[in-house]
């Protein structure tokens, strides 16, 4: 499974993040998305993208150089 982590987002980049997200679907692309938060609930420790089998609308390649 292949994850894209932001650790540590501002709010300001959360907002871009949630933009791309909308933008991603809006494209028909969907996938997981997951968020740890701290003890309070409220201050986020990271947000990712799980790019596993939920991942619609495009495919993940790898490629060797």
């Not at 949630?18 to 947000?47: M, N, P, Q, R, W």
Request: aromatic share 8%; charged share 35%.
């Amino acid at each position: 499974m292949a994850r894209l982590i932001f650790e540590h987002p501002t709010e300001e980049q959360l907002k871009h993040i949630h933009k791309a997200e909308d933008e991603l679907s809006k494209a028909g692309v969907t996938f997981d998305l997951g968020s740890d938060y701290e003890d309070d609930g409220c201050t986020i420790i990271s947000h990712d993208w799980e790019l596993d089998w939920s991942l619609k609308g495009a495919i993940i390649k790898e490629e060797t150089v």
